[in-house]
């Protein structure tokens, strides 16, 4: 009872941060669209590939690493993209960011990348093949659309770098660039989007989120620190308008570093407004950075749902052409 009373206390007084537009999904899941079944197909094969053909995919497994740059590429290229491998350096080897570029003519830009790196011992199926996928199923289905302001679907090297500075990060490395080379850019980051549990109780945070957002690890988080609430409030109303599939949010402050726990954070760095779109990791999924992330423990069905839902929201937030 006294921490139903603080729930609702706190709530109340986080509620600048915590409050989310529109109204998640609720209830019994539709069968798949034909868009979602696809998706689904598409976030299979890539997640497959990359964490069960290659596998772990880090500056230890040079090899492995580019495997995963010539993959990302080809798919790229298969879609109809001219993708490009943007190279930095790190402990005498070169890494590889990998973008792909579907221009508008807002002189804005919309950056969604995910890294394809994983951690040593780890073939990181949900850490972070599933973001990747995700990436790539994104460009597949949206290479049509004609956007307002120019999206760059990023594939991101070393976001998991345990003994390194974060600014060895591929994703900081590419925020510089673009802040160098003058982009207007607002950047989503997919981090790990494919461990869902619809019981109770398969959902924890750290406090005081625990005593405010539900129990059932069931639905698709947006985060973002206080300077990134409208792109966080953009993409949630959004996707909440068109994804059959819950859906949560929270805009903190940067004292509460778990917000900044990805590919993100390099974009705060630089001034951009950036978010994670996530299925919450850690407080979620318990093979989290052990070798139990494998391919067989993803929910490849909410994968589809997730990522038909953030094709449409894309197009919300990038606009379309006005020519």
Same mark, same amino acid.
């Given at each position: ?11 109340? #007084? ?10 998640? @999904?609720?209830? *019994? ?9 696809? &998706?689904? *197909?598409?976030?299979?094969?890539? #997640? ?23 993959? #990302? ?75 307002? =302001?120019?999206? +760059? ?19 900081? =490395? ?16 997919? *981090? ?50 068109? &994804? ?23 974009? @705060?760095?630089?001034?951009?407004? &950036? ?8 407080? +979620? ?20 749902? #997730?990522?038909?839902?953030?094709? =449409? ?11």
């Amino acid at each position: 009872m006294k921490q139903s009373i603080l729930g609702g206390f706190l709530r109340s #007084v986080a509620r600048p941060y915590i409050f989310m537009p529109g109204k998640s @999904w609720h209830g *019994e899941l539709p069968e798949l669209s034909a868009i979602e079944s696809r &998706a689904e *197909e598409l976030a299979r094969k890539h #997640v497959y590939e990359l964490a069960g053909v290659i596998g772990e995919r880090h500056i230890g497994r040079y090899d492995a690493l580019q495997a995963s740059v010539d993959y #990302v590429a080809s798919v790229f290229e298969g879609s109809g993209y001219k993708p490009r491998r943007l190279g930095f350096p790190l402990m005498g080897k070169d890494l590889f960011n990998v973008d792909a570029t579907l221009p508008g003519h807002s002189g804005r830009v919309l950056v969604v990348g995910a890294h394809y790196d994983s951690i040593p011992g780890c073939a990181g199926a949900d850490d972070n093949a599933s973001g990747t996928a995700a990436v790539l199923t994104l460009a597949e289905l949206l290479k049509e659309f004609a956007p307002f =302001d120019t999206i +760059r679907f990023v594939a991101f090297a070393n976001e998991e770098h345990p003994c390194l500075p974060a600014e060895t990060m591929g994703s900081y =490395d590419y925020a510089r660039r673009c802040r160098r080379e003058g982009d207007k850019v607002r950047m989503m980051v997919l *981090e790990m989007l494919g461990f869902f549990k619809h019981e109770e109780h398969t959902q924890h945070y750290p406090f005081p989120f625990n005593l405010m957002y539900p129990t059932t690890g069931n639905f698709l988080g947006f985060v973002g620190n206080y300077r990134s609430r409208q792109l966080v409030h953009d993409s949630i109303r959004s996707f909440r308008k068109h &994804a059959r599939f819950p859906s949560d949010g929270v805009a903190a402050p940067d004292m509460f570093k778990d917000i900044g726990r990805s590919d993100h954070w390099g974009f @705060w760095k630089f001034g951009y407004p &950036a978010i994670m779109i996530t299925d919450t990791a850690n407080f +979620r999924n318990p093979h989290y950075h052990t070798a139990l992330d494998t391919i067989e423990t993803l929910d490849y069905s909410s994968m589809g749902r #997730v990522i038909g839902g953030l094709a =449409d929201m894309i197009k919300d937030v990038a606009g379309r052409s006005r020519r």
